[in-house]
């Protein structure tokens, strides 16, 4: 009986020994599925990327065709009116306008032998200059010409009288250039020549370019001067 006994409990702590075995045996089968679902998750997310990737870009190539579209049609619809627009370049002369001249002196085709000239004669061997009369004398030399001729040292003056001074000046003065051309009797810029037309009462001091002998005498006698 007691070895019995001995023989119960010795098989009994075998198995009791297996049991923390079995234990540690499943511990990592119950962690393996842990790593796998931890490896899995983000194999997920790819997928997922992925997917979200694939229904973007249907849906970018649509809009990018979409924009594509009104720019081919603009495209065309450009170079149809380029078609329709006149340059300078498309003008041409109306047929039959232009006509080939012809290229004399090239052969019997094309008038090889006298070239349109005819046989002999002064006008097939050389051009009659022009105004020439056959040897007579010409019309330039035979017309009268002016005599004479302009010089180009002249001095022209702007003529005031003295009927003009006693009018500007009934009561005297100075008469100057500038004064003048305040009074509006010459222009400014220009010579001034006083001449004896017209009589004269009142004291006048003349400072001018010119004044002719006539003039002198008449401002002197009425008690005036010349310079």
């Not at 702007?158 to 009018?167: G, I, P, S, T, Y």
């Amino acid at each position: 009986m007691a070895e019995s006994e001995a023989k119960e409990t010795a098989k009994a702590a075998p198995k009791k020994a297996a049991a923390p075995k079995a234990a540690a045996e499943k511990a990592p089968a119950a962690e393996k599925p842990a790593k796998a679902a931890a490896a899995e998750k983000p194999a997920k997310a790819p997928a997922k990327a992925k997917a979200a990737a694939e229904t973007k870009a249907p849906a970018a190539s649509t809009a990018a065709t979409a924009k594509a579209a009104p720019k081919a049609e603009k495209a065309d619809e450009s170079t149809e009116s380029r078609e329709h627009v006149l340059k300078v370049h498309h003008l041409r002369p109306a047929p039959g306008a232009k006509k080939a001249r012809t290229r004399v002196g090239r052969g019997e085709g094309s008038k090889g032998k006298t070239a349109g000239r005819g046989t002999k004669g002064t006008k097939a061997r050389y051009q009659v200059k022009v105004g020439f009369e056959g040897g007579q004398m010409p019309l330039h030399m035979r017309t009268p010409k002016l005599r004479g001729f302009k010089n180009p040292f002249r001095v022209e003056y702007q003529v005031v009288n003295l009927d003009k001074l006693a009018e500007l000046y009934p009561s005297g003065g100075d008469v100057t250039i500038s004064d003048l051309v305040a009074k509006g009797a010459v222009r400014k810029n220009e010579k001034v020549k006083v001449l004896g037309d017209g009589d004269i009462s009142v004291k006048l001091n003349v400072t001018v370019d010119k004044v002719s002998g006539s003039a002198e005498e008449k401002i002197v006698a009425a008690g005036g001067s010349v310079k």
